[in-house]
Each structure stands twice: as C-alpha cells, then as structure tokens.
C-alpha cells in the first residue's frame, strides 16, 4: 500500500509515495470518503449532492451535472495502488496471477475495489462506469499503450456524443470543461489540449500516452 503524506495546504490533496513514475504527482484523496465502500452508497452520496445543487435553485443539466459529480468523488475517494485479490479472499485467482497470469488477481467488481483506499486507473474507471450505468448511462472503456506506459480511462454518452472522464490521472476539469468535455478522438487529435489538461505530469509523459488513440473500446 502506497504511503500518503497531507500536503501543506488546507485541501485534501497528498502526495503519493510511490515507485510508479507515472502517479508519483499530487493527487487528490479525502479520507472521509472511505466511509462509501459500496457503490450503493455511492450512489446515494452523489444523488445527494446533486439534490443539493436543486435544493440551492442552481440551473443544472442531469446529464452534464451528474457525471461530473461522480467523477469529483471518485478522484477523492481512491488514490493511485492496484489492490488485488490474496491468497486469503479469492485463492485461485492469486495463485494463477502468481505462478502465470500476471493481472489475473486485480479486482475488477466494483463492491471489492471499494474495501481499499487505493485503486488503478482501471479499477477506478470501473467503479465510476457502475455509478453511471444505474443512472441510465451508456460507457465505453478506453485504452491506451504508449512506448513506456498504458493507461485505462473511459467515456460516458449525452448529450448526442461521447465525453472523456480520467478519474486516476485526474485532468484539470476546467480545461475540459472550456472544450465541453469532449471525446478523447478530439482530445487525441488535439495534443495542445492535453498537455494542458494534464499540466501536472511532463508533457513528453503525456505526449507518450494519449495521442497514440485508444486501443480498444467498449
């Protein structure tokens, strides 16, 4: 498990102790959220804080609010870690990844990856795909291969097209809102907007992983 030290601000944001080059940057955590570990109340927490919007008398679109409500708790809920089954909860699955099929073990049902305060862009992805499909929307998986590293993300569908949401690597939210949180074929045609989005990490870092398009989706 990654170690976090608070960083010097008022915010929930820390800094990963961590030997992967691509998530060793500030990201945000607030531990209080570890009290949601089912996408039930989840789900309840996100209506929640879209009824408060309504409440307030905000003018507010569901189909553009709710997704970015839903990607704001998932980037606080989860730092970066690859939580995995064990020996002790899921025995096949941790001895074959161990022996043979490396990545056999990462857990991939979305109640299991909420026991843990860490989770993968994968991992991450998918529990936020879960929340947004109950509430009636369609996803499509993305994935990229740079040379030097792979990345999981994932769109959701309104408003007539697709939209990009990163909730491990956490893109600056209004640099894609500025661009209607547009698709990542737009994105990846697109590298200026990238960089910016993703200011925080090296742009050759970026440059590396996302204009290579997706690999695969759906």
């Not at 843990?116 to 929307?137: D, H, N, T, W």
Request: overall charge negative.
């Amino acid at each position: 498990m990654a170690i976090y030290q608070l960083a010097e601000t008022s915010t929930s944001r820390y800094y990963p102790a961590t030997d992967d080059p691509k998530f060793a940057y500030r990201e945000d955590f607030d531990p209080s959220l570890l009290r949601l570990n089912t996408v039930d109340k989840l789900v309840t927490y996100c209506d929640s804080l879209y009824s408060e919007k309504i409440y307030k008398g905000e003018q507010v679109k569901f189909q553009e609010t709710f997704p970015a409500i839903v990607s704001a708790v998932i980037r606080d809920r989860f730092y970066h870690g690859y939580s995995s089954y064990r020996i002790k909860n899921n025995f096949l699955a941790a001895l074959v990844s161990r022996f043979s099929m490396k990545g056999l073990s990462a857990i991939v049902i979305p109640d299991d990856i909420l026991k843990y305060p860490y989770a993968a862009c994968s991992q991450q992805s998918i529990v936020m795909m879960e929340i947004l499909e109950r509430k009636g929307f369609t996803t499509r998986k993305v994935g990229f291969q740079g040379k030097l590293n792979g990345h999981f993300c994932f769109e959701a569908y309104y408003d007539g097209g697709w939209h990009f949401y990163d909730p491990d690597m956490e893109p600056d939210v209004t640099v894609l809102n500025a661009y209607n949180h547009p698709s990542i074929a737009l994105l990846a045609r697109h590298p200026d907007i990238l960089v910016k989005a993703y200011h925080q990490y090296p742009a050759e870092q970026v440059l590396d992983i996302f204009p290579q398009l997706f690999l695969w989706t759906g």
